[in-house]
């Protein structure tokens, strides 16, 4: 029985994770949460990782515009504090999965990204994650895995699904950003992936390197919202389309967020399945907030 180890266990995806893995009797699971292991203590996360053979680092500093004001304190959460994961896992032979971000891409391009396009962070978050990817390529070049998701809703933390659903019952109409496009991912069927993966990095069969964890397909906020609103049996035409200038915030956002999907099908793995057969799962199951 391999032994995994998972990081962030009380976030949106980290909870999704840890149900994902429940039916596995052939992996057992430690779980712990910021209250259980300071990732930024390199002692403690070391004894933590002493006995596992995998390692899947969900923990996050996730705060896009607070990130903007306090770099530094987001890149000892998404960089340094990975480089301790990262090092502890070299240190006894463990592999490592690690949750990465579209937010390391410009977001200036016109197909989707593939794995190893070129990365250039348009705010400190998107760059306090790239630190964190750059530690796991560099201290676990062939046992370290990053992942890369997007635009993730879920039922245990706030995220745009649910923000539209609640605004949904307070206002008659909602003006939402359409000129910035991605793929909306539901994080339960991102924690299948990771599980996925996390079966065949342990049995030798996915190489080592960057997977973009995102929903198939693209859309804009603006559609998302419509679709969100469609399947709740709500009209669509209360949403109005609007630009990403009559919402500014702290960080700057990508305009474009697609990433493409070619590193899974080198694995022998699917990718994960169209953006809006997901949402009207995730809606119709009650999985999202």
Same mark, same amino acid.
């Given at each position: 029985?391999?032994?995994?180890?998972?990081?962030?266990?009380?976030?949106?995806?980290?909870?999704?994770?840890?149900? &994902?893995?429940?039916?596995?009797?052939?992996?057992?699971?430690?779980? #712990?949460?910021?209250?259980?292991?300071?990732?930024?203590d390199?002692?403690? =996360?070391?004894?933590?990782?002493?006995g *596992?053979?995998?390692?899947?680092?969900?923990?996050?500093?996730?705060?896009?515009?607070?990130?903007?004001?306090?770099?530094?304190?987001?890149?000892?959460?998404?960089?340094?504090?990975?480089?301790?994961l990262?090092?502890?896992?070299?240190?006894?032979?463990?592999?490592?999965?690690?949750?990465?971000?579209?937010?390391?891409?410009?977001?200036?391009?016109?197909?989707?990204?593939?794995?190893?396009?070129?990365?250039?962070?348009?705010?400190?978050?998107?760059?306090?994650?790239?630190?964190?990817?750059?530690? =796991?390529?560099?201290?676990? $070049?062939?046992?370290?895995?990053?992942?890369?998701?997007?635009?993730?809703?879920?039922?245990?933390? $706030?995220?745009f699904?649910?923000?539209?659903?609640?605004?949904?019952?307070?206002?008659?109409?909602?003006?939402?950003?359409?000129? +910035?496009?991605?793929?909306?991912?539901?994080?339960?069927?991102?924690?299948? +992936?990771?599980?996925?993966?996390?079966?065949?990095?342990?049995?030798?069969?996915?190489?080592p390197?960057?997977? *973009?964890?995102?929903?198939?397909?693209? #859309?804009?906020?603006?559609?998302?919202?419509?679709?969100?609103?469609?399947?709740?049996?709500?009209?669509?035409?209360?949403?109005?389309?609007?630009?990403?200038?009559?919402?500014?915030?702290?960080?700057?956002?990508?305009?474009?967020?697609?990433?493409?999907?070619?590193?899974?099908?080198?694995?022998?793995?699917?990718?994960?399945?169209?953006?809006?057969?997901?949402? &009207?799962?995730?809606?119709?199951?009650?999985?999202?907030?």
């Open positions: 029985m391999s032994r995994l180890l998972v990081t962030g266990a009380g976030g949106m995806l980290g909870r999704d994770l840890l149900a &994902a893995l429940r039916p596995r009797d052939d992996l057992s699971v430690t779980a #712990t949460t910021r209250a259980d292991l300071d990732i930024g390199p002692d403690a =996360v070391r004894d933590a990782v002493a *596992h053979d995998l390692v899947i680092n969900t923990a996050a500093w996730t705060d896009v515009d607070g990130a903007e004001a306090r770099e530094q304190a987001a890149t000892a959460v998404n960089g340094d504090a990975v480089a301790n990262a090092s502890a896992c070299a240190a006894t032979g463990a592999r490592m999965i690690h949750i990465s971000t579209d937010y390391v891409f410009r977001g200036d391009a016109t197909e989707p990204y593939p794995e190893d396009a070129p990365t250039c962070p348009v705010n400190a978050y998107g760059r306090s994650k790239l630190v964190g990817e750059l530690a =796991v390529t560099r201290l676990l $070049p062939d046992a370290g895995y990053v992942v890369r998701t997007a635009w993730l809703y879920g039922a245990h933390g $706030p995220n699904v649910a923000t539209m659903l609640r605004l949904a019952g307070e206002r008659e109409r909602l003006d939402v950003v359409n000129d +910035q496009r991605g793929q909306p991912t539901w994080s339960y069927r991102l924690a299948e +992936q990771l599980v996925a993966l996390t079966g065949a990095a342990l049995a030798g069969h996915a190489a390197g960057v997977y *973009h964890g995102t929903a198939s397909g693209e #859309t804009t906020w603006y559609g998302l919202a419509r679709a969100v609103f469609d399947l709740r049996g709500l009209d669509p035409d209360r949403i109005r389309p609007t630009t990403s200038d009559g919402y500014r915030r702290s960080a700057p956002r990508p305009a474009y967020s697609v990433l493409g999907h070619d590193r899974w099908r080198a694995a022998n793995l699917r990718p994960l399945a169209d953006w809006r057969s997901a949402l &009207a799962e995730a809606l119709a199951t009650g999985r999202t907030r």
